[in-house]
């Protein structure tokens, strides 16, 4: 499967989103990728926050590191 976008995706959580599930986040920001894509990639530890797996519940603050990995755009 070939996609236009092969490469790990980083962003900083701002401040609007200091306190929002992990799940919202990407609602808000990636709403491409499905809440199905991001259990997934919770799941198997592909989603971090600041280097360590996240959960879909995981509660962000600003500053933190989010890692997200190719694909989803289906």
């Known amino acids: ?3 236009n976008d092969e490469t790990v995706r980083q962003f900083t959580v701002g ?3 200091d306190g929002v599930r992990l799940d919202r986040w ?5 709403p491409q990728v499905g809440f ?3 259990s997934r990639w ?3 530890g ?3 926050v600041d280097g ?5 519940d995981t509660r962000l603050a600003a500053g933190q590191v989010l890692r ?3 694909g989803g755009e289906a």
């Open 1 to 3: 499967m070939a996609g």
């Open 15 to 17: 401040h609007d989103d």
């Open 26 to 30: 990407f609602k808000r920001h990636l």
């Open 36 to 38: 199905a894509m991001v």
């Open 42 to 44: 919770a799941r198997t």
């Open 46 to 48: 592909q989603v971090r």
């Open 52 to 56: 360590k797996r996240a959960d879909v």
């Open 68 to 70: 997200v990995p190719p």
